[in-house]
């Protein structure tokens, strides 16, 4: 008898779930179904985690902020580092899920730009200048000043030895 009450409750329970949209937005698109784009939204490179020294680690934070009709991020970012001839595409990191995030208007996500320094004059290193920020499913981009040192390459033909992370949604 006891089981029944409770494949009830899970039912019910269920059901529940099932009926919520999991965040008061129309996942089919709506309002919130066009990709952001450069131009509808701010794009800023923060205070970096510069890597001092050929071998160390560095991170440059990149934020977002929309300000206009609401929009959404869905899949990486796209980042592209230049020097005056050659460029690299810098991969998303190995094992990161993209989300999908809804931003309206006001609303800020962030991701951050993780490097290996490379040693000057290194075949492997690439002495980027630029760094070309893009968002998913836009076909605008926006350069900014590379001023983090060179970066490492992952071996011959292999890339820079940099990631891009998944977008987080910045504030509550």
Not at 7 to 21: F, G, K, W, Y
Not at 72 to 89: E, I, N, P, R, S
Not at 139 to 159: E, H, K, L, N
Request: aromatic share 4%; hydrophobic share 35%.
């Amino acid at each position: 008898m006891r089981v029944i009450p409770l494949t009830v409750t899970a039912l019910t329970a269920a059901l529940l779930l099932t009926a919520c949209d999991g965040g008061g937005g129309n996942d089919t698109g709506g309002s919130a179904g066009s990709a952001c784009a450069i131009g509808g939204v701010s794009v800023q490179i923060g205070s970096a985690s510069v890597a001092p020294a050929a071998g160390d680690s560095g991170e440059v934070p990149v934020s977002i902020t929309n300000h206009s009709a609401p929009c959404t991020l869905d899949h990486f970012a796209g980042a592209v580092l230049k020097t005056g001839t050659a460029q690299a595409t810098v991969p998303p990191l190995k094992g990161a899920k993209a989300q999908k995030l809804k931003l309206a208007k006001g609303d800020s996500a962030s991701f951050s730009i993780s490097y290996v320094r490379g040693k000057d004059g290194d075949k492997n290193t690439l002495a980027a200048r630029t760094v070309r920020i893009s968002l998913p499913g836009s076909g605008t981009a926006r350069s900014f000043p590379w001023s983090y040192g060179p970066v490492a390459g992952r071996g011959s033909g292999g890339g820079p030895d940099a990631s891009v992370s998944a977008f987080q949604q910045v504030g509550d």
